[in-house]
């Protein structure tokens, strides 16, 4: 199981570290993390804005995460032009870094 506070003080890190890199404007945790409701088998859902929609740096980030925390993470890039009801639900989640 992964601690939400662990996880972002991991984020604050990987932003301080990375932003440069692949762009990121903000990064956060939403789901079950971000609740804290984790269990065993949850993942850590990311929600990344970046400064242009590059999918290879949203691949890179993903896999990077992945490794550093050694649990199963998903990643969405949070963007004015997607589908509304995703995004109010990832909003209503998330605590961003």
Same mark, same amino acid.
């Given at each position: 199981?992964?601690?939400?506070?662990?996880?972002?003080?991991?984020?604050? %890190?990987?932003?301080? %570290?990375?932003?440069?890199?692949? #762009?990121?404007?903000?990064?956060?945790?939403? #789901?079950?993390?971000?609740? %804290?409701?984790?269990? #065993?088998?949850? %993942? $850590?859902?990311?929600?990344?804005?970046?400064?242009?929609?590059?999918?290879?740096?949203?691949?890179?980030?993903?896999?990077?995460?992945?490794?550093?925390? #050694? $649990?199963?993470?998903?990643?969405?890039?949070?963007?004015?032009?997607?589908?509304?009801?995703?995004?109010?639900?990832?909003?209503?989640?998330?605590?961003?870094?």
């Amino acid at each position: 199981m992964v601690a939400r506070e662990a996880v972002l003080a991991f984020l604050r %890190d990987y932003k301080r %570290d990375c932003a440069d890199r692949y #762009g990121i404007v903000e990064l956060g945790v939403f #789901g079950s993390v971000a609740r %804290d409701e984790a269990h #065993g088998a949850s %993942d $850590v859902d990311i929600c990344v804005k970046t400064a242009t929609p590059d999918p290879y740096a949203l691949v890179h980030i993903k896999e990077d995460i992945q490794e550093r925390l #050694g $649990v199963p993470v998903d990643i969405i890039r949070v963007r004015p032009k997607m589908n509304q009801q995703l995004k109010q639900r990832i909003e209503q989640d998330a605590i961003y870094v």
